[in-house]
């Protein structure tokens, strides 16, 4: 059977794509394909098909390959389309100097084995009593651009050097006083810094520093067994009759709703062609939901810091940072794994099973009401389907390590279509009425409304979260009008409970020219195929300037159009003692909600609960009488 337009890349296919490139453009020094992913069909021709749920094995769609290539020993980079349908390449365009690509787990590798092997490195830790460099590690970072002129037109990695006392100790607890740069291309070390001594904001560099051996081991594989608790009773979560979703390859439908997913090496998991069946229609949802960007930047402003900001995704790609999960583990419950196919340097397909999982969990009381005349109560409880990746990105799960001030500030690019294609967007803020006891519009002074106004251009829409007046968006279809409210039906955007926290870095720094999404909450662009990452295509090294903020300067309408909604939110990272030397999980986030979009309470169709598995305490503590 023929793969669906918007399923990933299969393993034959990646193969395809680097052959039939190596077929029809020689390299005296040969290829570093960086990544081949799909190219998908444009929105403009897939999207009918998909709103009249047409058969797709019907449908000629051709499946094509996007491939950023770089030529070794030269380092020049292309942008390759092979159509794999025909075997073709239909583009081959030579990049620009100054545009790197995503950093892969090989350039990372290759870059750690460059720092152990040069002589320089190795003197320093002798120096430091380090002579077996087998135990010396070092942590592979992008390179924050700053105009340095010895850095320029160069593919970096930057890496912060540790220790280990023994084999799969914790190095994060033993770190090294210098950090490194090296030019992946040429395969060399172009500098060595010195670490300022102190955590104040005044380097004292005639201090000599010693590397901290105590071990701090968070594996339980390293830690006494005695230290681990012993009153934490088993906790299952069993689903006896086994899950409430089907799958069809890669489609997903749970209880009303239909979700098909993709992997790729940049966003990791990617969520398509949402829908839900509502009576006897599918409503169309949302075309493609994925995590755009996220920026890291670092507060610290002495150097060598000053180069430490991580683009995770456009920087590493979140797909080539997936772990592969275990079963017990990451997810509990009824669990269906999807596998995330891959390549590597070569060209050919790397396989990172479980890189997805899908599973249910209970999250507490959906509705209940108790008829307190007569005692009866009505309950359903809520469940909900989960779809997770887990990345790691060097250090972060995040972070290993107590570190300088830092921010993580994600992009979300979320792709509508309510009820069809054509959406507006209007920003909705509750505001007290007009004060004055006696007033005509609120004359006991206790009155509030609803504002709702409408955003009709790309510049209008940059707008931020204002918890003050509890600030949502409302994605509305003009034209498909609520059978009781005589308005547009619609979705919002409700934003995380805390403010949103917009980008630190001053106006004049490069972080802030290369993350512009990161310094308002909400932009709305008009849909374009090749507007898929908030920063731009290039974010890793870049200078900045592309992405969201030149988009929008178009100032187009965005009113009954088909848009894009893009959503930064995160949390600014003050370290604590308690974060080493493992950090405790923080969450943040978003909520998407119907509003005014069903004419009912959609959950009313949901069973009473019957758990046969619950049972009360006391079978296990001992009952106790009262006297």
Same mark, same amino acid.
């Given at each position: 059977m023929s793969p669906h337009p918007l399923d990933p890349l299969t393993p034959e296919e990646i193969s395809t794509a680097s052959r039939v490139i190596r077929e029809n453009h020689q390299s005296a020094h040969g290829w570093i394909f960086n990544s081949i992913t799909l190219q998908e069909p444009s929105k403009q021709v897939l999207a009918p098909l998909l709103l009249e749920e047409s058969n797709l094995e019907n449908v000629e769609l051709p499946r094509k390959a996007f491939v950023l290539l770089i030529e070794k020993l030269s380092g020049t980079v292309y942008e390759v389309v092979v159509n794999l349908t025909d075997g073709a390449v239909e583009k081959f365009e030579k990049v620009p100097q100054g545009f790197q690509p995503t950093l892969s787990p090989e350039d990372c590798l290759e870059s750690e084995r460059i720092v152990r092997e040069s002589t320089e490195v190795q003197e320093r830790c002798r120096n430091l009593g380090l002579n077996n460099m087998d135990l010396v590690t070092a942590d592979p970072w992008s390179v924050g651009y700053n105009a340095e002129p010895e850095f320029e037109n160069r593919r970096l990695v930057q890496l912060f050097m540790y220790t280990r006392n023994f084999e799969g100790d914790n190095h994060y607890a033993h770190p090294l006083p210098f950090v490194v740069v090296v030019d992946i291309i040429s395969g060399e070390v172009i500098s060595i810094e010195d670490l300022p001594c102190h955590t104040d904001f005044k380097p004292k560099l005639d201090e000599t520093v010693s590397v901290p051996t105590t071990p701090n081991n968070y594996d339980p594989d390293f830690l006494p067994p005695e230290t681990l608790r012993t009153d934490v009773k088993l906790l299952e979560v069993v689903q006896p009759e086994g899950p409430s979703f089907t799958i069809t390859g890669n489609e997903i439908q749970w209880q009303k709703y239909k979700i098909r997913i993709s992997f790729n090496y940049?966003?990791?998991?990617?969520?398509?062609?949402?829908? @839900? !069946?509502?009576?006897?229609?599918?409503?169309?949802?949302?075309?493609? &939901?994925?995590?755009?960007? #996220?920026?890291?930047?670092?507060?610290?402003?002495?150097?060598?810091?000053?180069?430490?900001?991580?683009?995770?995704?456009?920087?590493?790609?979140?797909?080539?940072?997936?772990?592969?999960?275990?079963?017990?583990?990451?997810?509990?419950?009824?669990?269906?794994?999807?596998?995330?196919?891959?390549?590597?340097?070569?060209?050919?397909?790397?396989?990172?099973?479980?890189?997805?999982?899908?599973?249910?969990?209970?999250?507490?009381?959906?509705?209940?009401?108790?008829?307190?005349?007569?005692?009866?109560?009505?309950?359903?409880?809520?469940?909900?389907?989960?779809?997770?990746?887990?990345?790691?990105?060097?250090? @972060? !799960?995040?972070?290993?390590?107590?570190?300088?001030?830092?921010?993580? &500030?994600?992009?979300?690019? #979320?792709?509508?279509?309510?009820?069809?294609?054509?959406?507006?967007?209007?920003?909705?803020?509750?505001?007290?009425?007009?004060?004055?006891?006696?007033?005509?519009?609120?004359?006991?002074?206790?009155g509030f409304t609803v504002v709702e106004t409408p955003l009709s251009s790309t510049k209008e829409s940059v707008t931020d979260v204002q918890a003050v007046t509890n600030r949502t968006w409302r994605i509305t279809n003009p034209s498909s009008i609520h059978a009781y409210t005589g308005k547009p039906v619609g979705w919002k955007l409700i934003p995380n409970g805390a403010a949103f926290p917009s980008l630190l870095a001053g106006p004049e720094s490069w972080i802030r020219k290369r993350a512009g999404f990161a310094t308002h909450s909400l932009w709305i662009t008009k849909q374009k195929d090749d507007q898929l990452y908030a920063g731009g295509l290039y974010i890793n090294q870049s200078k900045g300037g592309d992405g969201l903020i030149k988009w929008v300067e178009d100032d187009e309408n965005i009113q009954d159009e088909d848009i894009v909604l893009w959503h930064s939110f995160g949390v600014t990272h003050i370290p604590r003692v308690e974060d080493f030397p493992v950090m405790p999980i923080e969450s943040t986030g978003f909520t998407l909600k119907p509003n005014n979009f069903f004419t009912t309470n959609p959950g009313l169709d949901v069973p009473p609960p019957r758990s046969s598995k619950s049972k009360l305490a006391e079978l296990y503590l001992g009952a106790t009488k009262c006297h």
């Open positions: 940049r966003e990791g998991l990617v969520l398509h062609n949402i829908r @839900y !069946e509502d009576g006897d229609k599918v409503r169309p949802l949302f075309y493609r &939901i994925s995590l755009s960007e #996220m920026v890291v930047p670092y507060g610290d402003p002495r150097p060598p810091y000053h180069r430490k900001c991580a683009y995770d995704i456009g920087d590493y790609g979140l797909g080539f940072c997936a772990n592969s999960l275990a079963l017990g583990c990451d997810c509990l419950g009824t669990i269906k794994y999807f596998d995330g196919v891959l390549n590597n340097h070569e060209g050919e397909p790397v396989t990172i099973k479980n890189a997805v999982c899908l599973h249910e969990e209970d999250v507490g009381i959906l509705q209940k009401h108790t008829e307190y005349r007569n005692g009866k109560a009505v309950v359903s409880r809520s469940r909900r389907l989960v779809l997770s990746f887990i990345a790691t990105v060097v250090n @972060y !799960e995040y972070a290993f390590y107590c570190a300088q001030f830092h921010q993580h &500030i994600f992009c979300m690019r #979320m792709d509508p279509m309510i009820d069809g294609l054509q959406n507006s967007v209007t920003v909705t803020d509750v505001k007290a009425l007009e004060q004055g006891f006696g007033s005509e519009k609120n004359p006991y002074g206790q």
